[in-house]
């Protein structure tokens, strides 16, 4: 595994060097800052940008490619309606394939095996995937829904002009807790209830995400450091703290999978995705959400045609699909992640939904929330053996 890992993060530093316009903390969090409810962020109210039908043409382009679309995607990413929908408009069929992980997704991409259509990679991996020459540019005609996303996730400086990717969901990364073990726990509501109470009080009963970049930064925000730190010595003093908590762990879980440990009460604290803990909570009511007093960090997760893509007029149309506002309101209720449909949530999403800080931050939280911004060259060999260590 350690050998698998490290030829991996080498062939990301390769991409990370030819990438020409990197994603920069500053700019990011400048960009993210208006997240919360305001009425500045969400403006005037858009309108479906197309028909609700596929015009014959667009039948007879996605016939002419074969009426096949291959799909790249997390697990239980989409309402269950979703697909079933797309292919009886488009009288397709479709192919979809899971990843747990964006260095899952990213090393398969590598090998070139599988020609997919439409991937929903993390928006700190766009760059790699564009450096990598993995990704196909987008026709913005094709497009015509596009204008129903939120300003200020389009021309972000990852994309800049939205060339290779559009939005599709966006969350944080912070807390799961288990309210019926964890209630009365001093360090409630700080990263110290997984790093102090963690080994004492829940001990082979906590959960991780097995996404590199997030487990660092969970200790470095514990230490008052920005989870986009440059500085070697707070990373390494973070992995000290890792490898510390590391014998109390019951696992780094892949993608959804940690959903399932709240759900079954194999852990009663995680440091997890929220949607994952929104989706634990209808299922075992006593699964939360904390937001930790020294903050979490921030994600999107985007929409992009791959290089090779062997339908790429039918991946348009998929992505167009999703920016419906009746589609991506109810694919962000079934997943419990925030839509950056600006109509889908001033016109269809529940208030109760919106109302939730658990999905959507309020404006206060938001001002925790730090994006992660891709990692540069020079500190990356420290990533990755901190991560090394604590895989080994």
Known sequence: METENANRYRDVSAARRHARRPLTRRRFIVEAAALGFSGSLYGQTTTPAEPLQP???ALRRVKREGSTLYIYNWEDYFHPDTIPEFEQLYRTKVVYDAYPGNEHMLAKLQT?????????PTHSFIPILVAQNLLSPLRRHYLPNRANIMPRFLDTHFDPGNKYSLPYTWGMTA??????YVKEDPNLGSWALIFDSGPQRYSGKIGFTDEREEVIAAALKYKGFSANTHKESELREAG????NIKPHLKAFYPGTDEKKAFITEDIVVGHSWNGEVVKAGEKNNAVKWSLPKEGGTGWYDAMVIGRQAPHKFTAHAFMNFLMRPDIAAKNSAAVGYATPNQ???QTIVAPEIAANPAVYPTAKDMKKIEFLATIPDHILPVYSDIWTRLLS
């Open 175 to 180: 807390i799961g807790y288990n309210s019926k």
């Open 55 to 57: 015009d014959s043409a």
């Open 240 to 243: 000290k703290i890792l490898v």
């Open 343 to 345: 109509t889908a949530l």
């Open 112 to 120: 070139g095996g599988v020609s997919y259509d439409v991937i929903f």
